[in-house]
Nanobody, 116 residues
Framework: QVQLVESGGGLVMPGGSLRLSCATS????????MSWYRQAPGKERELIAE????????NYGADAKGRFTISRDNAKNSLYLQMNNLKPEDTAVYYC?????????WGQGTQVTVSS
């Protein structure tokens, strides 16, 4: 059974940092592109960052460039998102995701709230 479990969200002040983690199981993690998405209230889910397998390339959405860093540890089957200089508009539920064969699989999400 494929499982994606996010952690590391919380309440942070503007300008602060958070590191999100995604523990995975049930599939060959090292072979798949992994992604972080987020969904703010009243908005569509959007791609924040993605990372390739092997010698991984990285791709960032416009809002993440220069502030967020995606990384992976294939030995631990884990995905990470380091978020710096957080802004109130980064407030959202953040999801770890993988596209497996014919379907996209999602974690349950972790809430990030940026507020003073």
């Amino acid at each position: 059974q494929v499982q994606l479990v996010e952690s590391g969200g919380g309440l942070v002040m503007p300008g602060g940092s958070l590191r999100l983690s995604c523990a995975t199981s049930g599939f060959g993690f090292r072979h798949y592109v992994m992604s972080w998405y987020r969904q703010a209230p009243g908005k569509e889910r959007e791609l924040i960052a993605e990372i390739g397998s092997g010698n991984p390339w990285k791709n960032y959405g416009a809002d993440a460039k220069g502030r967020f860093t995606i990384s992976r540890d294939n030995a631990k089957n884990s995905l990470y998102l380091q978020m710096n200089n957080l802004k109130p508009e980064d407030t959202a539920v953040y999801y770890c995701s993988v596209f497996l064969d014919t379907r996209r699989v999602w974690g349950q999400g972790t809430q990030v709230t940026v507020s003073s």
